[in-house]
Nanobody, 127 residues
Framework: QVQLVESGGGLVQPGESLRLSCVVSGFNVENYAIGWFRQAPGKEREGLSCISSVDGRTHYPDNIMKDRFAMSRDNAKNAVYLQIYNLKPEDTAVYSC???????????????????WGKGTLVTVSA
């Protein structure tokens, strides 16, 4: 049974950092393209980063400050992570991971429509 389980969210103050985890069961993470997404209240889902299975390279959208977000993968733990630095109130959202059995990843949510999604973890940034 395939499962993607996110964790690591919570209530944090502006300026703090978080590491979100996405632990996978049912397939090996190195064989799937995996992405991190977030959806804030009243807004569309936004792609934050992804990692391709063909070469292990990570990708970020042009509008994301690459020094604030860092995605990584641990094949031994069968998990991917999203490190977020210097959190801001506008980072408040539900953060989810998604996976699809493809070599290249995408920052578009619909790319993972034939794959798997986790239920997400809520990050709230507030003083």
């Amino acid at each position: 049974q395939v499962q993607l389980v996110e964790s690591g969210g919570g209530l944090v103050q502006p300026g703090e950092s978080l590491r979100l985890s996405c632990v996978v069961s049912g397939f090996n993470v190195e064989n799937y393209a995996i992405g991190w997404f977030r959806q804030a209240p009243g807004k569309e889902r936004e792609g934050l980063s992804c990692i391709s299975s063909v070469d292990g390279r990570t990708h970020y959208p042009d509008n994301i400050m690459k020094d604030r977000f860092a995605m990584s993968r641990d094949n031994a733990k069968n998990a991917v992570y999203l490190q977020i630095y210097n959190l801001k109130p506008e980072d408040t959202a539900v953060y989810s991971c998604a996976a699809v059995e493809q070599g290249l990843c995408s920052l578009k949510a619909e790319y993972y429509g034939a794959g798997y999604w986790g239920k997400g973890t809520l990050v709230t940034v507030s003083a």
